[in-house]
């Protein structure tokens, strides 16, 4: 600092500077506006029940995960994820009229989603699979 009060900053003329409080103040907005924020990025109600539908849907919670994923869905019917999320636990309950509407409903919304695509593939052969044993006539046991 100079007697004046004035800060030096190299490459700055002296007659030019600004008072040291006035001069710190423009610095902290500088760097504010040219660092990444530290603060966390808000996230949508939806957003948020669909992060706790897919943890407890990972401890094996699939009634509390159906749940969360029907609530992210109401709450931003826009959420690809959400329907994708709800159609997979609702798979693992053997509700799969309702999954076939989920995954209608998450391929509506992002027909290029390749995760999405995928899920849906395997449950159709799983429907297929399910279906041709079902049609399957009971061999008779002799005794």
């Known amino acids: 600092m100079t ?4 800060c030096y ?4 003329n ?10 710190l103040s423009a610095l902290a907005v500088a760097l504010l506006l040219a660092t990444p924020s530290v603060f966390p990025v808000q996230r949508s109600d939806a957003e948020v029940q669909l ?16 749940y969360r994923f029907e609530r992210a869905t109401k709450l931003d019917p826009s959420l690809s994820r959400a329907w994708n999320n709800l159609a997979v636990a609702m ?32 449950f159709q052969e799983f429907r297929k699979f399910h279906a041709r044993k079902a049609t399957d006539a009971p061999v008779p046991i002799v005794p």
């Open 3 to 6: 007697a004046a009060g004035n």
């Open 9 to 12: 900053i190299p490459g700055m």
């Open 14 to 23: 002296a007659r030019r500077s600004l008072p040291a409080p006035r001069r």
């Open 51 to 66: 992060e706790f539908g897919a943890k407890v849907a990972l401890k094996g919670s699939w009634n509390e995960a159906v």
């Open 91 to 122: 798979e693992n309950l053997g509700r799969f009229d309702e999954a076939a509407t989920a995954y209608g409903k998450a391929l509506e919304l992002s027909p290029g989603d390749t995760r999405i695509k995928e899920n849906h593939d395997r």
